[in-house]
């Protein structure tokens, strides 16, 4: 007898767990994982130990505590110049993971296609499916890693629940312009489709990119799903906190789920959240020149060693073409890098449908989320290979 849900059929392992494994087994520095290896802030941790010592350990408001709510809706205005409704319209999840989740459940019937621009983040297309929606794949393609127009207007059809958009993007670090953003508002609004938009690193924005907000543009604020969190901005990704900005209307529908998927999340982290969210501009600005900083210690060692990199304007990565070394699978050179100097990085086919994967076979994305040290150390390992 099979006990596993047919709906599980299609998943398996993830890449992160095979390269991770394959990384302890030779000691290798881990430029594949997409988290920082140091905390944020101290009054983060700070503000939540003072939650927890006044009582802030039981359930709050499902869709989240007041204070987090209200720090959210100040966030909007301050860096938005939006007001929105912090008791009708924002939902605290666990992590933006969950709210990917809860948006697809929410939404997606039996049937419903729901288009995904890949490469994509690794849970797009099984939220998608678990709802028993039909994912419709749209590529980015090199050098430039944008999606053709007429290519993503014929996705859309009648069966078009959903659009899964993430910008700033990962693993390319493409940034998408308003003239972009407007194609896909234009086919949302056409064919009556919702678009969920995972922004997680948008305060990750390097140099003269501009990070626009689809919800922003006209008639896209009553369809647009916008999600976030605190992982990326404040560098606690364990904290798993993360929100949903949408109109009342579609925040009801993904409030239903999440109270019976985990009811709240955890209460005396969301106090903490509230406190960083208000930390003052200037942390802000720092945080996206650090990256930058990081970004640009990466850069020269991966040209240097024969890569041709795709400059990102935002996020933690760093995608590389290395056809010029005499590999042709993403997969075959990732381990080779893990095995023969010690360095890991993560093949972007993985994000790719089975169809497209070969878009990406000749190249590597690298995270740059690390302390200096460690950089600097994967650097010298690196240049082994020039």
């Not at 099979?2 to 299609?10: F, H, M, S, V």
């Not at 802030?41 to 010592?53: D, F, H, K």
Request: charged share 20%; aromatic share 10%; net charge negative.
């Amino acid at each position: 007898m099979t006990y596993q849900a047919d709906r599980l059929a299609n998943f398996g392992t993830s890449i992160f767990t095979e390269i991770a494994a394959l990384a302890d087994q030779h000691q290798a520095l881990r430029l594949s994982s997409g988290y920082p290896n140091t905390s944020g802030p101290n009054s983060l941790i700070e503000a939540t130990t003072v939650a927890m010592q006044k009582g802030h350990n039981q359930y709050v408001w499902s869709h989240g505590a007041g204070p987090l709510r209200d720090a959210i809706a100040r966030h909007e205005q301050r860096f938005y110049q939006r007001e929105v409704n912090p008791d009708t319209e924002i939902t605290v999840t666990a992590g933006a993971t969950e709210a990917l989740f809860l948006s697809a459940m929410a939404f997606v019937n039996p049937g419903d296609e729901v288009i995904v621009l890949e490469p994509y983040f690794e849970y797009y297309v099984p939220n998608a499916e678990m709802a028993g929606g039909v994912p419709r794949y749209v590529p980015l393609r090199a050098p430039d890693w944008t999606f053709d127009p007429d290519e993503l207007a014929a996705a859309f059809n009648n069966k078009t629940k959903l659009i899964m958009l993430n910008t700033p993007h990962n693993p390319t670090g493409r940034v998408f312009t308003k003239a972009q953003l407007q194609i896909i508002a234009d086919l949302c609004q056409k064919w009556d489709v919702i678009a969920v938009v995972d922004e997680v690193y948008e305060h990750l924005v390097y140099g003269d990119a501009q990070h626009v907000r689809l919800r922003d543009l006209p008639e896209m604020a009553d369809r647009t799903i916008t999600i976030s969190s605190m992982s990326k901005t404040f560098s606690m990704t364990g904290w798993r906190i993360g929100w949903i900005l949408a109109s009342e209307a579609l925040s009801n529908a993904v409030r239903l789920v999440h109270q019976f998927t985990v009811d709240c999340a955890s209460a005396p982290l969301q106090f903490g959240c509230a406190a960083a969210l208000d930390l003052p501009d200037a942390y802000y600005a720092d945080l996206a020149n650090t990256y930058a900083q990081k970004r640009d210690l990466l850069l020269p060692t991966i040209q240097q060693i024969g890569l041709k990199p795709y400059i990102p304007d935002a996020g933690f990565f760093i995608m590389a073409d290395f056809s010029d070394l005499g590999f042709s699978d993403d997969v075959a050179f990732c381990k080779h890098l893990i095995e023969t100097v010690g360095v890991a990085t993560i093949p972007p086919s993985a994000f790719f449908s089975s169809g497209n994967k070969s878009l990406a076979k000749q190249w590597i994305r690298f995270a740059f989320c690390k302390d200096d040290a460690v950089l600097t150390a994967a650097c010298e390992r690196l240049m082994q290979l020039s």
